[in-house]
């Protein structure tokens, strides 16, 4: 199975910018995609195919990369984005997610 | 809107088995894959699976082949998933996501079911 790797926990203060990143033990091409779930909530869908925004989600997060690096950005990070990321892969059979890394906002 | 609501939470004896409904609405339920995803308390998302709901056709992650079936009743716009031969290690939240077909990433999810084993 594709791992995905991403660091635990980060903090930062409100309005820097900060780069959560997952990097995968196999190419994934471009078919990653990022997610964002805060406690007692079903993840929600950030940008999907490394780089794409999903409708609704603020311009403030972006996402890059492409074979098995990839990276999201926050920038401005605001108070309300306190939660944890998760990457997952949908190149590789079976679709795999990394482990969360948990964003703090001090 | 898109909406998937789930069925509510399950407290379920060792060995048995239990059968997790997800209702989609707000789209055409059979354009669209419907995808489980496991969360062990505190821990990390597992894909179990998916299927189509046009033709029935399911694809399982080889972990979960003999624990997880996944159906679809089209007259209500419902999937289930049931989970059989039930062990604390099936003690999780479990989500119903809606699956783009050309990605594969979740754009809308259940609100989960708690499944505790229990005796």
């Known amino acids: 199975d594709t791992v995905l790797t991403q660091s635990p926990a980060l903090a930062v203060s409100p309005g820097e910018r900060v780069t959560i990143s997952c990097r995968a033990s196999?190419?994934?091409?471009?078919?990653m995609h990022w997610y964002q779930q805060k406690p007692g909530q079903q993840p929600k869908l950030l940008i999907y195919g490394a780089s794409n925004l999903e409708s609704g989600v603020p311009a403030r997060f972006s996402g890059s990369g492409s074979g098995t690096d990839f990276t999201l950005t926050i920038d401005p990070v605001e108070a309300d984005d306190t939660a944890t990321y998760f990457c997952?892969?949908?190149?590789?059979?079976?679709?795999?997610f990394g482990s969360g890394t948990k964003l703090e906002i001090k | 809107q898109v909406n998937l609501l789930q069925s509510g939470a399950a407290l379920v004896k060792p060995g048995a088995s239990v059968k997790l409904s997800c209702k989609a609405s707000g789209y055409t339920f059979t354009d669209y894959y419907i995808h489980w995803v496991k969360q062990s308390h505190g821990k990390s998302l597992e894909w179990i699976g998916y299927?189509?709901?046009?033709?029935?056709?399911?694809n399982y992650n080889e972990k979960f082949k003999s624990k997880a079936t996944l159906t679809v009743d089209k007259s209500t716009n419902t999937a289930y998933m049931e989970l059989s031969r039930l062990t604390s290690e099936d003690s999780a939240t479990y989500y119903c996501t809606r699956g783009d077909t050309y990605y594969y990433y979740f754009d809308y999810w259940g609100q989960g079911v708690m499944v505790t084993v229990s005796s």
């Open positions: 299927i189509n709901p046009n033709s029935g056709y399911t």
């Open positions: 997952q892969q949908s190149w590789n059979d079976p679709f795999t």
């Open positions: 196999e190419s994934v091409s471009t078919g």
